[in-house]
């Protein structure tokens, strides 16, 4: 079953104790993304991966770190994470937009809920 | 910003009925798509419609895309109790390479 996974799915932590979600998805998408999503705000990116050891910043990448050394996998890393990072984050995938130029139909894995505390 | 912005915010129906909710935003586009998510889950891709295409169908589901007004409208035809979700339009703008969400509509139907 294509599918993109997180985990965990809920963590509740303490300021400054460093953390990572990890992300994979079984498509073979070159493009993958993290998101968090807030109440009134909608979903906003953090970071992108274009392909292996691609990454880029999107809107709101402060306080988070990202990698990409396979294609399945791009872990989210919070080095010392604060209050304000706590919320509900998203992990996705699609085919590349480089050779289009067009970003694809995402396909979103089921969230992780995150409480620093 | 670029960020589309859905109207209403909330929308509560009876079961049958139809539902509109529209999307504007301010950039030209590459695509606009819509995505539903039930509470707390992830998104799920709905349609996409291309900047060249003005009105898409798929099943119960109605885009239109107006690029010289930039807004976008859903429609959910005979809804049912099942469709009770938030939905968010997304654009893919510019050389960005990346979608811009907006803050989504929150759709209620009753039983």
């Known amino acids: 079953e294509a599918q993109v996974t997180q985990n965990p799915r809920y963590l509740i932590t303490v300021t400054g104790k460093k953390l990572t979600v990890t992300c994979s998805q079984n498509m073979n998408h070159e493009y993958m993304s993290w998101y968090r999503q807030d109440p009134g705000l909608g979903l906003r990116q953090i970071y992108y991966?274009?392909?292996?050891?691609?990454?880029d910043k999107g809107d709101v990448p402060e306080g988070y770190k990202v990698s990409r050394k396979e294609k399945r996998n791009f872990p989210l890393i919070l080095e010392s994470p604060s209050p304000n990072q706590t919320s509900l984050y998203f992990c996705?995938?699609?085919?590349?937009?480089?050779?289009?130029?067009?970003?694809?139909?995402?396909?979103f894995g089921p969230g992780t809920r995150l409480t620093v505390t | 910003s670029q960020q589309g912005e859905e109207d209403p915010q909330a929308l509560s129906i009876q079961e049958g009925e139809n539902a509109t909710m529209n999307c504007s935003y301010k950039t030209s586009i590459n695509n606009l798509q819509w995505y539903r998510q039930n509470s707390g889950r992830g998104l799920v891709h709905l349609i996409l419609?291309?900047?060249?295409?003005r009105e898409k169908h798929s099943g119960r589901l109605r885009v239109t895309l107006d690029t010289s007004k930039k807004s976008s409208s859903l429609l959910i035809t005979a809804s049912r109790a099942a469709d009770t979700a938030s939905y968010f339009c997304?654009?893919?703008?510019?050389?960005?390479?990346?979608?811009?969400f907006g803050s989504g509509t929150q759709l209620t139907v009753l039983p």
């Open positions: 419609i291309r900047s060249n295409e």
């Open positions: 991966s274009m392909n292996v050891e691609v990454t």
């Open positions: 997304a654009t893919d703008w510019g050389s960005a390479r990346q979608l811009t």
């Open positions: 996705a995938s699609s085919l590349s937009p480089l050779a289009s130029g067009r970003v694809y139909e995402q396909y």
